[in-house]
């Protein structure tokens, strides 16, 4: 959106306070532009479902205000753009949710993208194992075509959009705070990657800090862009769950990893498969639930690999697994690594095709360490 004028009457629409993203939402589908909302009467204002005495005098009175949610030229400045939800670039499936946002501020460059976007969510306090889940299965539904969303949180969040970087895939980070506020501080670098070839999004303008309540209203976002929901590890009380059960009132399909029965991490996920989510183990029961869906995508030719290809600590562990297929004890037992360490390298090798994972968790080279073939 280029056009001052238009940019300014969103931005109008989307500073009145108190009339509820429903019915916001509802002005936009009835009257198509915030022109024709601002000139129309009350008496047609009125018809539109959701409002109440107290919410249509709060519209009267913004619309005397004439406030605007925040300033174009501080988003010029700053780099930041605004997406309308007549824009092209606006997610077409968010379209069609209720309360959908009316603008969205974006850092990255929007464009259509009629690619299936999956979210993959979580709990800020997993295990190293549901990291690991996280960021394997983005990796592969990334390559496969899919945009991965979430939510740029500690935990889950984190490692999906890893996994969908490494995967040179494009990925979405939805906020509960303004898209200039880098939040949660320690994902500041990852922060930076997203905008290369994905988008960080938020309905808060920019300036605004995180609050509690931001999260479960930005969670309907999250779900709303999405085609499903994949859960990878979450407590009864987590945050995922909101974004699963919107997910389901928006008519989304909801994934769920099982986890372990006696886990507190399991809980919110097996609660879900009981209620119906889809039982996954593996990236390819959803890549096949979507196929469809799918760009169809040219074979790769094979690629000879040398040892250059390798850091040093991969090529160590390639030594340890070029023979019997062995388990992750066994080797902790061997090595000086730390378990997180080995992890991390296990799962580098196995997102490159390079290993073949047994059942018991075991580990071997699909190479010979010497040759690279």
Known sequence: MTDLAERSSWLRLAGIKGIGETVRCGLIKEFKTPERIFRASISDISQVPGWTAESLEKFRNGLKEGKLLCQPETLEAEGINIISFND????????????????LFALGKPEIDARPHLAVVGARKGSQQGYDIAREFS????KAGFVIVSGLALGIDTFAH????????KTVAVLG???DVVYPPSNHRIREKIPEK??????????TEPRPWHFPIRNRIISGMSVGILVVEASSQSGSLITARLGIDQDRDV???PGGIRSKLSEGTLALINEGACMVTSPDEI???????????????EKNLSLEDFTPDELELLEMLAGEPTGVEDLLSKMTWEREKLFSVLLNLEIRDILIKYPGNLFQSKINRHTGR
């Open 88 to 103: 092209p670039e606006y997610p077409e499936s968010l379209r069609h949710i209720p309360d959908a946002p009316v603008v």
């Open 139 to 142: 990796y592969e539904l990334s």
């Open 162 to 169: 890893k996994g969908a970087l490494e995967a040179s895939g």
């Open 177 to 179: 705070c303004g898209v």
């Open 198 to 207: 994905g988008l960080i999004v938020s309905e808060f303008p920019p300036g």
């Open 255 to 257: 994934f769920a990893i």
């Open 287 to 301: 890549i096949n639930h979507y196929r469809h869906l799918l760009p169809v995508k040219n074979e790769e030719p």
